[in-house]
């Protein structure tokens, strides 16, 4: 038995959670769910991010207080990860005292260590970001992310030596290759470190919203500083409950592209002035677009991209939540940008849920009720169908582990394709009751049985239904993973029909 420790970025409070980021979620969700049936000790960490001059703004013009924001805002982040059957082991909230104490004694160590210094920022500076720009940086003199004119700023601030890590990181990166996955994202990282790295500004005295600055009262530490320190913060850095050991040495942190200098240069970085191991792994990923446009919650809902449009709440009430937990998983590629549609959805849905998975299970159990007497049949020891299930197992273990659950899903639904082509050659809804179509059925369910632990990361909940109307129990961690190969499908099990899993839909929403 492994460790596996998994993070989101900790999304920010101005708005709702969307689509985007359900993507993010319900991708580590995945991750976390594998590693569990594995057997692998997991934590699972997500959270909102709730400091900085932009939440003080959002709560100023909607007349509340930053905390009361943030308490309402934080509240729907929660309501949203539970309404897509997310199994985070924690959510974090930058506003609470644990989180505080974690980052003043980090960045205090830092200080300690020689590695902060006073000085004075002026520069460009993007609200939206909450992030200093240089004049290369900018596009047409808007911010590169947010295609919005930045300001231009003078501030006192404390900074952190980041320059002084410039050959360290490029160390780190020569000797742990796959520190940042994908390779171009690794690249793009590179290329950011070689470019010469200048120090940063991590504090602020034109805002109070923050962690105060234990050696400056009149500081707060900035957003991205205090934000970045959470995942410390979830396994007890600077506490009595310190569990830092266990944990950060098998940590990943799944992110979107748009913050890879964040965490693949600032923050391992500020690990190593801390005196602590940078994190074992960033995972990139792309963007879900519409319209060739990113879904964020800054492009506001008068623009071209309406997120009240496509909430995780409107998914769920038109598809169901393990397709459109199906959907983000299988559609787009972490690492890869995806182009984002209700048509998608309808058409993923449709095909690979509704005509492959749902008519699958459907017509098994319908002939084990009509063939066998509701009674499924034991699979036989030297089916090929079966033994292309044995290869499947390996293929989507070795996907999982990657980090591809669309690879991982892909070969899934091939094991899911063989099968029903299994039915189609032997037509057992044209056989006579006896040994002959037991063997054709014992074998479909076996494969069923392996199908319904292979979606569990995925679809959990569609996992369990399908092993309730075959007989089985609901997957259990570690041991149904295990036992993929060496237990199979028991047979004398009373076999139900049931409503379509996935009915057809007639048109897009």
Same mark, same amino acid.
């Given at each position: 038995? #492994?460790?596996?420790?998994?993070?989101?970025?900790?999304?920010?409070?101005?708005?709702?959670?969307?689509?985007?980021?359900?993507?993010?979620?319900?991708?580590?969700?995945?991750?976390?769910r594998?590693?569990?049936?594995?057997?692998?000790?997991?934590?699972?960490?997500?959270?909102?991010d709730?400091?900085?001059?932009?939440?003080?703004d959002?709560?100023?013009?909607?007349?509340?207080?930053? #905390?009361?924001?943030?308490?309402?805002?934080?509240?729907?982040?929660?309501?949203?990860?539970?309404?897509?059957? *997310?199994?985070?082991?924690?959510?974090?909230?930058?506003?609470?005292?644990?989180?505080? @104490?974690?980052v003043?004694?980090?960045?205090?160590? *830092?200080?300690?260590?020689g590695?902060?210094?006073?000085?004075?920022?002026?520069?460009?500076?993007?609200?939206?970001?909450?992030?200093?720009?240089?004049?290369?940086?900018?596009?047409?003199?808007?911010?590169?992310?947010?295609g919005?004119?930045?300001?231009?700023?003078e501030?006192?601030?404390?900074?952190?030596?980041?320059?002084?890590?410039q050959?360290?990181?490029?160390?780190?990166?020569?000797?742990?290759?796959?520190?940042?996955?994908?390779?171009?994202?690794?690249?793009?990282?590179?290329?950011?470190?070689?470019?010469?790295?200048?120090?940063?500004?991590?504090?602020?005295?034109?805002?109070?919203?923050?962690?105060?600055?234990?050696? +400056?009262?009149?500081?707060?530490?900035?957003?991205?500083?205090?934000?970045?320190?959470?995942?410390?913060?979830?396994?007890?850095?600077?506490?009595?409950?310190?569990e830092?050991?266990?944990?950060?040495?098998?940590?990943?942190?799944?992110?979107?592209?748009?913050?890879?200098?964040?965490?693949?240069?600032?923050?391992?970085?500020?690990?190593?002035?801390?005196?602590?191991?940078?994190?074992?792994?960033?995972?990139?990923?792309?963007?879900?677009?519409?319209?060739?446009?990113?879904?964020?919650?800054?492009?506001?809902? +008068?623009?071209?991209?309406?997120?009240?449009?496509?909430?995780?709440?409107?998914?769920?009430?038109?598809?169901?939540? +393990?397709?459109?937990?199906?959907?983000?998983?299988?559609?787009?590629?972490?690492?890869?940008?995806?182009?984002?549609?209700?048509?998608?959805?309808?058409?993923?849905?449709?095909? +690979?849920?509704?005509?492959?998975?749902?008519?699958?299970?459907?017509?098994?159990?319908?002939?084990?009720?009509?063939?066998?007497?509701?009674?499924?049949?034991?699979?036989?020891?030297?089916?090929?169908?079966?033994q292309?299930?044995?290869?499947?197992?390996?293929?989507?273990?070795?996907?999982?582990?990657?980090?591809?659950?669309?690879?991982?899903?892909?070969?899934?639904?091939?094991?899911?394709?063989?099968?029903?082509?299994?039915?189609?050659?032997?037509?057992?809804?044209?056989?006579?009751p006896?040994?002959?179509?037991?063997?054709?059925?014992?074998d479909?369910?076996?494969?069923?049985?392996?199908?319904?632990?292979?979606?569990?990361?995925?679809?959990?909940?569609?996992?369990?239904?399908?092993?309730?109307?075959?007989?089985?129990?609901?997957?259990?961690?570690?041991?149904?993973?295990?036992?993929?190969?060496?237990?199979?499908?028991?047979?004398?099990?009373?076999?139900? @029909?049931?409503?379509?899993?996935?009915?057809?839909?007639?048109?897009?929403?």
């Amino acid at each position: 038995m #492994q460790r596996f420790y998994i993070t989101t970025p900790i999304y920010y409070v101005t708005d709702a959670p969307h689509v985007g980021t359900a993507y993010c979620t319900v991708n580590a969700d995945a991750m976390a769910r594998w590693h569990r049936l594995r057997g692998d000790e997991t934590l699972f960490l997500t959270g909102t991010d709730e400091h900085g001059q932009k939440v003080a703004d959002t709560a100023a013009k909607n007349n509340l207080s930053p #905390q009361e924001w943030t308490d309402r805002t934080s509240a729907r982040f929660v309501e949203a990860w539970k309404l897509l059957n *997310i199994s985070n082991d924690d959510f974090i909230r930058t506003t609470e005292e644990r989180h505080t @104490k974690s980052v003043q004694s980090f960045l205090s160590t *830092i200080y300690d260590n020689g590695f902060i210094y006073k000085g004075t920022y002026v520069g460009p500076y993007c609200v939206d970001c909450e992030d200093y720009y240089t004049a290369e940086n900018l596009l047409d003199g808007n911010c590169p992310v947010h295609g919005r004119p930045v300001i231009e700023m003078e501030e006192e601030n404390w900074f952190f030596r980041l320059s002084a890590f410039q050959d360290r990181l490029l160390a780190h990166f020569e000797s742990h290759p796959d520190f940042t996955t994908p390779e171009t994202k690794r690249n793009e990282a590179l290329s950011f470190i070689r470019s010469g790295l200048r120090d940063i500004s991590i504090t602020r005295t034109s805002i109070s919203w923050g962690v105060p600055v234990p050696w +400056d009262d009149r500081h707060v530490f900035y957003v991205w500083y205090d934000a970045l320190i959470n995942y410390l913060t979830a396994i007890g850095y600077g506490t009595e409950k310190d569990e830092m050991a266990q944990w950060w040495p098998h940590s990943h942190h799944l992110i979107g592209k748009e913050i890879i200098r964040f965490h693949s240069v600032w923050w391992p970085a500020m690990c190593m002035a801390a005196g602590i191991e940078p994190p074992h792994h960033v995972q990139v990923h792309g963007w879900l677009l519409v319209g060739g446009q990113k879904l964020s919650k800054s492009m506001g809902n +008068d623009g071209p991209v309406r997120l009240g449009e496509i909430a995780p709440a409107t998914l769920v009430d038109e598809f169901g939540v +393990d397709a459109v937990r199906y959907y983000l998983l299988r559609n787009t590629a972490l690492g890869s940008d995806g182009e984002f549609s209700i048509e998608s959805v309808t058409a993923r849905y449709n095909t +690979d849920l509704a005509n492959m998975l749902g008519n699958l299970v459907a017509r098994v159990c319908a002939v084990v009720n009509t063939k066998c007497a509701s009674v499924g049949p034991a699979p036989s020891p030297d089916s090929e169908l079966l033994q292309f299930a044995h290869v499947t197992i390996d293929e989507v273990s070795s996907a999982w582990e990657n980090f591809e659950p669309h690879i991982a899903l892909e070969k899934t639904w091939t094991l899911i394709g063989a099968a029903n082509a299994h039915l189609e050659n032997f037509a057992p809804w044209k056989m006579e009751p006896g040994e002959a179509i037991d063997r054709v059925m014992g074998d479909a369910l076996e494969a069923i049985r392996i199908i319904s632990v292979l979606i569990t990361p995925a679809m959990p909940d569609t996992a369990d239904e399908i092993r309730r109307r075959i007989g089985l129990g609901a997957v259990t961690a570690q041991g149904d993973w295990n036992t993929l190969r060496t237990a199979t499908y028991p047979g004398g099990l009373a076999v139900q @029909k049931g409503e379509p899993l996935f009915p057809r839909i007639r048109s897009a929403a």
